[in-house]
């Protein structure tokens, strides 16, 4: 669910200009809520005429939605009030507000994926653009950050994938890499 304004003189307003408005205005919680409403009546409504084959629908939460202490409770009273589970609505969530750490979006996702809410990671693959600069930025070294190599310390660890390749492209490319924070082997 996205959200789009047909105003009378611009046209057609599309959802980042909506959030952006919202959030100069200080509505964005407000209209955060009622999208993750009107998403929930919307599926209800498809299903009722449609029925259960129905998929999922996704809302794409705003970084201050995302963090907000009472998301939990919104989701619940919508699905409530719309007879609907948990698994037939998917949350996006900003990937730099949970990359930051901020606790309430962390907590957020936890206690939602505990009552079988799923969350989608959104603009996820823009620090793909980190790679990029080392195409157009004449850099001589990068510092990877010690959390990032302990992360791939894990067995199994697909942090530990992408190192294994990163690092030789890295060095193909003539840049030195240097891991911050790390005191042994």
């Known amino acids: 669910t ?3 304004w047909d105003h009378p003189e611009h046209g ?3 959802h980042e200009d909506c959030i952006v408005l919202a959030e100069q205005t200080g509505l964005v919680l407000s209209i955060g809520r009622w999208m993750v409403r009107q998403a929930c009546e919307q599926l209800r409504s498809w299903r009722d005429q449609l029925g259960a ?5 996704r809302v794409d939460l705003t ?3 995302t963090q907000d202490p009472d998301l939990v409770a919104v989701v619940r009273d919508a699905l409530t009030a719309t007879q609907l ?3 037939d ?6 990937v730099e507000v949970i990359v930051a750490g901020h606790g309430d979006s962390v907590d957020n996702v936890g206690t939602l994926a505990d009552i079988g809410v799923r969350t989608v990671l959104t603009k996820y693959g823009q620090a793909v653009g980190n790679l990029a600069l080392m195409e157009s930025v004449p ?8 959390r990032l190599v302990h992360m791939a310390a894990q067995p199994g660890s697909v942090m530990r994938s992408a ?3 990163l690092v030789p492209l890295l060095r193909h490319m003539g840049i030195t890499v240097v891991v911050a924070g790390l005191d042994d082997a």
């Open 53 to 57: 084959a129905v998929p999922p629908v």
């Open 89 to 94: 609505i998917q949350l996006g969530m900003p």
């Open 2 to 4: 996205l959200l789009h």
């Open 139 to 146: 850099v001589h070294g990068v510092e990877l950050t010690g």
């Open 63 to 65: 970084t201050y939605l």
């Open 163 to 165: 190192l294994v390749g």
């Open 12 to 14: 057609v307003v599309a």
């Open 85 to 87: 589970r948990p698994e």
